[in-house]
């Protein structure tokens, strides 16, 4: 089955399922998003949020269906191509994924490094995301020392910091108090103004219900409830 | 690639044990190595000095007659770079071998007809000292129709060289077999290394690193052992080669004829290059798998 490129379409998903051994983390999951959305996927834990996200960077292989990330489809991208997909995603894991011996200034700079970045210009991005993202002070510090939250901030950072044309928010705000909460979501908004997609997966309803022009997916057990409800 | 060196420095440093046991194997392995190169060094050389300016015995035919021996001396210089060639007439050489035997020069006396030849002694250059060479100019002097032989020391030379090729045998084996083990360690640790940072190398996949991104600092890392360790092993034996030759040269002076010299420049060189190579290819080996997404 073929599915046709729409022009304004970032990702879609077609009839994705994924399998771990007998069950199904997600099922039967079709998805059109067009770029520039801002897009919630909620669902109770379980649901399947954070597998349906590392199905679009790879991180893992669909069971069945196809996806099309900016044209691409997944299926069929070679390994040697995998990395240049991931740069179009700029993802905040739920693990937050910093790297324990290096700095706070090293785990952000690595993504600008990977990507052949010249050195100035690294310097420069990464100072001022970390300075945005209220980490300014502690660019010398190794991630374990750092709080919850702060770790949380500095994922935020290394996300955003190599302008990705998706940014995927796996849970957020979860390490984080409510006012710091919504200062990641604000800065999340500013990106998605600026044209950026952005998906976030939540079961914080909260944030939801305080901004106003984004999308839900909701996802129950795997498969979607009530697709594409406008809030 | 400022970069990439920043990151090896780090890792190096983050990694000291295990560190500093690969370049302990490359250095014990280029010793080892480097105690044979240093003596078949030595060895070629004095083989070599030990002919100076190589000579041989031309011995002429019955045919020959002295007034042949400006053309013969014209042809013999014709051939090679020869320095003199000496003329030493039977009747000399009797006389020599009389001399020689001394005492029991009588039975010589008896001996109705001289039975030595009239014979040559070819002198060559001081930079005609390679075996081959002289045993090419041998072969075609030897040609020349009125010589009927020619002998250039070549049993002898020839009993030593047997001795020095297997010496040459077993240093290769020995070596190549201290490069198996060095290889297998330095494998093994980068394979170590690679696996102790498993989580951080997943981490920079997920970022968008590149499998060149990733792998680089390793090989500088494994070709920096090679070359520490290359130098290490070098610098062991330079001060082994010091004590030893202080050490010989007072309690056995006849070692001083010898003179022996530490590994020249260039096999230094390729010493080192080998040890480079050495750390590199245990990186491939050991990284090679990690290849695949
Ligand atoms: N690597 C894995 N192996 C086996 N099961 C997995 C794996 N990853 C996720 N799952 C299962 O898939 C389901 C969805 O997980 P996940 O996507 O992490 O949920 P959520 O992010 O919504 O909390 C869960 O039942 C989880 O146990
Ligand atoms: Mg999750």
Redo the contacts between chains.
């Keep these: 089955m073929s599915i046709i490129k729409d022009k304004n379409s970032i990702i879609r998903m077609f009839n994705v399922s994924k399998r771990f051994g007998k069950h199904y983390a997600l099922k039967n999951i079709t998805i059109d998003i067009q770029a520039g959305e801002f897009i919630f996927i909620t669902g109770a834990s379980g649901a399947g949020k954070s597998t349906l996200m590392k199905l679009l960077?790879l991180?893992e292989r669909t069971s069945e269906g196809q996806i099309l990330v900016d044209g691409m489809n997944l299926a069929r991208i070679s390994?040697?191509r995998?990395?240049?997909l991931?740069?179009k995603f700029g993802?905040i894991?739920q693990d937050f994924?910093?790297?324990p011996?290096k700095t706070v200034y090293e785990n952000v700079a690595?993504?600008l490094?990977?990507?052949n970045e010249k050195?100035g210009i690294i310097k420069e991005k990464v100072l001022k995301i970390l300075e945005t993202t209220g980490m300014g002070k502690k660019i010398n510090v190794l991630p374990p020392s750092l709080s919850g939250g702060e770790q949380q901030r500095v994922a935020v950072a290394?996300a955003l910091v190599?302008d990705p044309a998706i940014i995927l928010a796996d849970e957020p705000t979860c390490s984080l108090d409510s006012d710091s909460a919504q200062t990641i979501l604000d800065f999340l908004l500013e990106y998605h103004s600026r044209g950026t997609t952005v998906l976030i997966a939540t079961h914080n309803l909260q944030i939801i219900s305080n901004t106003v022009n984004g999308r839900c997916i909701s996802l129950v057990e795997g498969a979607l409830t009530g697709a594409a409800k406008l809030l | 690639m400022l970069y990439y060196f920043k990151r090896v420095v780090s890792d190096i440093l983050s990694n000291k044990f295990l560190n500093s046991i690969t370049i302990a194997t490359i250095a014990l392995c280029i010793l080892v190595v480097g105690v044979f190169a240093l003596f078949f060094e030595n060895a070629c050389r004095i083989i070599q000095s030990g002919e100076q300016g190589g000579k041989m015995m031309v011995y002429l035919g019955p045919e020959f007659n002295i007034n042949m021996l400006p053309q013969l001396k014209f042809k013999i210089n014709a051939l090679g770079e020869t320095e003199k060639i000496i003329f030493i007439s039977k009747q000399d050489a009797l006389k020599q071998l009389k001399k020689d035997l001394a005492s029991r020069s009588s039975f010589i006396d008896s001996l109705k007809d001289n039975p030595l030849p009239d014979a040559l002694r070819v002198i060559m250059k001081k930079n005609v000292n390679k075996l081959e060479t002289i045993k090419d100019l041998a072969v075609k002097i030897k040609k020349i129709p009125m010589v009927e032989d020619v002998e250039y020391g070549e049993r002898w030379l020839g009993r030593f060289l047997s001795i020095f090729s297997l010496f040459k045998m077993t240093g290769y084996a020995i070596s190549s077999l201290f490069f198996m083990i060095a290889l297998f360690i330095t494998a093994n640790t980068i394979r170590l290394s690679f696996y102790a940072r498993r989580q951080e190398v997943e981490i920079m996949r997920l970022v968008g690193a590149t499998d060149k991104f990733i792998i680089t600092p390793f090989y500088i890392e494994g070709l920096l052992q090679g070359i520490a360790g290359g130098i290490a092993g070098l610098g062991i034996l330079f001060l082994f080669f010091l004590f030893l030759s202080s050490g010989v040269e007072k309690n056995i002076p006849l070692y001083m004829l010898f003179n022996i010299k530490f590994l020249s420049i260039k096999y230094s060189v390729i010493i080192i290059a080998c040890s480079a190579f050495l750390g590199w290819l245990g990186c491939y080996l050991s990284l090679k798998q990690f290849l695949k997404y």
Aim: hydrophobic share 45%.
């Design positions: 960077y991180a390994s040697s995998v990395p240049y991931r740069r993802v894991f994924k910093l790297i011996r690595l993504v490094e990977a990507a050195p290394r190599g």
